[in-house]
């Protein structure tokens, strides 16, 4: 069965996948939703999920800390 996700999941999901630097295919492994899956949410949601320039960077880098953290966690 299919799971269901909140739009909210699926919009944080989109600005993850456009923000992060990491590949789609990686946000939807960490996400552990299919990568086609996800490359619809970010057609659906993309243009509401658009970040102003000057916070995209610190949304990257704020990423890049967490997956850092996830690394040093094991």
Do not use: Y
């Not at 993850?16 to 960490?30: E, F």
């Not at 999920?49 to 960077?57: G, Q, R, T």
């Amino acid at each position: 069965m299919a799971a269901i996700h909140s739009n909210e999941f699926k919009r944080d999901a989109v600005r993850i996948a456009l923000t992060s630097g990491l590949t789609r295919h990686q946000v939807a492994s960490n996400l552990r939703v299919g990568h086609s899956t996800l490359g619809k949410w970010v057609r659906a949601f993309s243009e509401e999920s658009k970040v102003p320039a000057h916070d995209a960077e610190l949304l990257r880098e704020n990423e890049r800390l967490r997956k850092e953290s996830r690394i040093l966690r094991f």
